[in-house]
């Protein structure tokens, strides 16, 4: 992309002048600059990388005391993103999140928060011994995939708990199926709370007309967003955004200190700056050509094989998510005929050399951006069509069943599914210090789980420490085991046994 006059990245302009000072290093990283590669031919391309990999120096700045080019970087992040405030993440939005809810809950403070989270959010409570008290997730109809709380299970949730600290949401979902966010802030704000976003997937909304609106110009407070995964970013790079009094901003830079590492990664950090700097250069054009790819795709998809791309329904109008979008830069492609899982079509991809970003019991999700090309997008279609072959014609039955049902928030008392849960504090000592068993999966129902078992990706879990066992999460995970899905966190990754908690008479 040819540099305009706007083209301003002054975290990785100070790199670029630190290196052709030609500086002699007598500090961390061991590395040297590269130097230590130098002689090493069997790694050219780690060593050329490591060039700009410095430390904290009086000309680089300092991410836990920014006052130079990070400060300077952070602030122009802030101005493109719509923020008041940004901090730049070097552990990706699982640091963001830990930090917004360390920031906001001490021990025993409530936290409403969707069950259908990351398994970040679920960390931040353990860490901070937070309470949550847990909304089902609403479902969008045609495609069956779970999104944010009904406005309503909402509305109930604070008036229950008024003296909740905050309300954390996680929108949009992996699929790029998500809900406009402007009642939620409406009403959350009527409590004299913020909202905390965790918008790892939409770091790029708000920055083309046809993409939807972000979470920060929602009114949320505090919002995460991964860079690194819808922009240009490196992998770990992503920024917390804030805006407004409601949000402790102090808390949140504190907390930040806490769960970040304090030699953050120069790479990552100037990374930040340059996706940065491509907005503002390029502008909405960026996102153009993958706009446009992608739209063809859907159609020829469609058209010309199997397989088709989830959609909303033209009319939509299911209660109480009038406002649903979907990411145009994402598709959820599933197999109308019902024959493949999207666990099957991810693997049949990768034969044809087209790897997708993750998959699911019906759906595989492919992601487009500022580095798709018309060349890729020819392939990927081609290797759908050669996928097609194999189906059989004519069967128009494709399978969302059970994608759900387990993420339905359970009480305790009576062990059924309800929208709203009972509070349930979370603490480390629960997973550290509880007498645990391993007994089989298909006894567990009843049972408190003693592990947090999490499908990665999307990385929500289906049951986490503490959480009991449902005949539901108990007929999902064998469902997900016969797949062959990957589970973190699983003492027995066929998922034949699971750790519970030992009962107590
Ligand atoms: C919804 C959601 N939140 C947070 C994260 C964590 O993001 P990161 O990988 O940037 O730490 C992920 C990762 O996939 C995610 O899907």
Known sequence: MPL????????????????SARPHSFHVPGHALGQALKETPA??????????????????????QPEGVILEAQHLAAATFGAEETCFLVGGSTAGNLALILAHCRPGDILLVQRNVHKSVIHGLQLAQATAVFLSPSYEEASGLALIPSLSDLATALQQYPQAKAVLLSNPNYYGFGVGLEPYVELIHSYGLPLLVDEAHGAHYGLHPELPGSALAAGADGVVQSTHKTLTAMTMGAMLHMQGNRIDRPAVRQMLQLVQSSSPSYPIMASLDIARAMIDSAGPILFEPALACVSSFRKRLANETQFEAA???????????????IDPLRAAVQDRTGTLSGYAIQSKLEAYGCWAEMANEAYVVLIFGPGTRDKDVETLLGAFKKISETLEPGRDRPNKSGLGTPLEVTNDREVHSDRISDPIPFG????????????SLQEAEGRISGEMITPYPPGIPLVYVGERFTQATITRLQRLAALGAKCQGASDSTLTTVRVWVKTV
């Open 311 to 325: 959609n909303l329904p033209i009319v939509q109008g299911q209660e109480g998510l009038e406002a649903c979008y």
């Open 428 to 439: 480390i000592h629960l997973v550290r210090e509880q007498a645990t068993e391993i007994i």
């Open 43 to 64: 790694a050219p391309d780690y060593a050329a990388m490591l060039q700009l990999d410095v430390t904290e120096l009086s000309d680089t700045d300092d991410l836990h």
């Open 4 to 19: 305009s006059d706007t083209w301003r990245a002054p975290l990785y302009e100070a790199l670029l002048r630190h290196r």
